[in-house]
T-cell receptor, first 112, second 118 residues
């Protein structure tokens, strides 16, 4: 089955700096890679996703890159703000798959 | 769009009792719903996949007789924790996926239920 690894487990950055979270996956059939943000005690919220027909996708301060050859994808947050502080989960899946395979999460702290 | 509700948000019960958690897709039809368990500071652990009108598929290590899942309609799935024990205390989150369309893989999460068993 699919195995998703996520690094780092914790990340602290100064407000305004960039944050990068990396994930690797094992199954070459995976073609859907969402990123979720979870604030304490709340539901995971989809913030961005990418499909394997593109290598990069950007939405304002958030971007995701995908390297299918190397089987890794990354989340980039620029100009971080304190409200970006949360736990971020990556996941992988493929068309027709029943479920998402989640990474172990990264706790991001943005220091004002 | 794509809102998922979950009820109750918090429940405290005595050991040995059963607790039912409801998960509803409010503005879309969900052929498939998922139930996750999340321990503090840990990732989402998939417990089971719930398909409308059929038996749920449980992940390895999850007792189906303890965690009863019913997906009676395209908008409602329930998880019943039977004979709850303190070790069942956790944050339970459901998610739902639309029946069809381009975003077939995308899951929408409920707000979660914090279960505390005394």
């Amino acid at each position: 089955g699919e195995n998703v690894e996520q690094h780092p487990s914790t990340l602290s950055v100064q407000e305004g700096d960039s944050a990068v979270i990396k994930c690797t996956y094992s199954d070459s059939a995976s073609n859907y890679f969402p990123w979720y943000k979870q604030e304490l005690g709340k539901r995971p919220q989809l913030i961005i996703d990418i499909r394997s027909n593109v290598g990069e996708k950007k939405d304002q301060r958030i971007a995701v890159t995908l390297n299918k050859t190397a089987k890794h994808f990354s989340l980039h947050i620029t100009e971080t703000q304190p409200e970006d502080s949360a736990v971020y989960f990556c996941a992988a899946s493929w068309t027709g798959a029943n479920n998402l395979f989640f990474g172990t999460g990264t706790r991001l702290t943005v220091i004002p | 769009g794509a809102v998922v509700s979950q009820h109750p948000s918090r429940v405290i019960c005595k050991s040995g009792t059963s607790v039912k958690i409801e998960c509803r897709s409010l503005d879309f039809q969900a052929t498939t719903m998922f139930w996750y368990r999340q321990f503090p500071k840990q990732s989402l652990m998939l417990m089971a996949t719930s398909n409308e009108g059929s038996k749920a598929t449980y992940e390895q290590g999850v007792e189906k007789d303890k965690f009863l899942i019913n997906h009676a309609s395209l908008t409602l799935s329930t998880l019943t924790v039977t004979s709850a024990h303190p070790e069942d205390s956790s944050f339970y989150i459901c998610s739902a996926r639309e029946s069809q369309g381009f975003n077939y893989n995308e899951q929408f999460f409920g707000p979660g239920t914090r279960l505390t068993v005394l």
